[in-house]
């Protein structure tokens, strides 16, 4: 399926998230609210920004419908995938996310990330869990998890309902979707160095990580997606 958000669209959910983020007394980095002209005069000091993929990141994950499948993610920090792999330096990773009431983050897993997934204010979080098997969801599999600190055994499909506070940690191969409930939540992930050009594999094939964007306005922010095309290194 080949979708395209518009940008006018983009520029709309960023100006939602910065006012639903700030609700929760939550302070962006500064280059949160550089415009485009601005990240363009600073490209000499920015790349450990641009090549680390700090920023912000909206997709509808190629289903072409934001609304019921997507979510809108900001990265604060991230390591090196070289230094994870060798077991030194910069080994973690830091985001703010929203997941909007009823809209679906589809079910997947990583290959190297561990992260733990974090219930920062609003309504409940709803994590969909299942093991996986030769590198595939398995959904006759069910998974452990550890819950700020507890560990869970569940089984096949079990639904975690993280109520504000409530975290859970998922490793290499925990299959998971999620989705709010009740009414939009601010998400926050805390995680091992973050690469989501190769890290991510979803069980729906159709699925991709990063969505095309059809330019009908000007950027009100520049997305990690668009720094290969609007910045120059």
């Not at 997709?59 to 934001?66: E, I, L, N, P, Y």
């Not at 601010?186 to 091992?192: L, M």
Request: hydrophobic share 35%; charged share 25%.
């Amino acid at each position: 399926m080949t979708t395209k958000l518009l940008r006018s669209d983009i520029n709309r959910i960023l100006r939602e998230a910065e006012t639903f983020m700030a609700s929760f007394g939550y302070v962006l980095p500064p280059f949160a609210n550089w415009t485009p002209a601005e990240m363009r005069a600073r490209e000499g000091e920015i790349t450990n920004i641009t090549r680390s993929g700090l920023g912000w990141d909206i997709t509808d994950f190629g289903m072409g419908d934001f609304e019921k499948t997507g979510l809108l993610l900001f990265t604060s920090r991230n390591g090196r995938l070289a230094d994870l792999k060798r077991g030194g330096g910069m080994l973690y990773a830091e985001k703010a996310m929203i997941s909007r009431l009823d809209q679906i983050t589809p079910s997947h897993t990583h290959i190297l990330k561990t992260e733990d997934i974090i219930n920062r204010g609003g309504g409940t979080l709803v994590v969909e869990l299942f093991g996986g098997s030769n590198g595939l969801c398995d959904r006759d599999r069910g998974t452990s998890v550890v819950c700020d600190g507890i560990e869970r055994t569940l089984p096949p499909g079990a639904r975690l309902r993280l109520q504000p506070g409530e975290s859970v940690t998922l490793m290499p191969g925990d299959w998971h979707a999620f989705w709010a409930e009740t009414c939009d939540v601010f998400v926050a992930e805390v995680s091992t160095v973050n690469d989501d050009a190769t890290d991510n594999i979803f069980e729906d094939p159709r699925v991709t990580r990063f969505s095309g964007i059809e330019e009908d306005a000007d950027p009100y922010r520049l997305l990690v997606s668009d720094y290969a095309t609007w910045l120059k290194e």
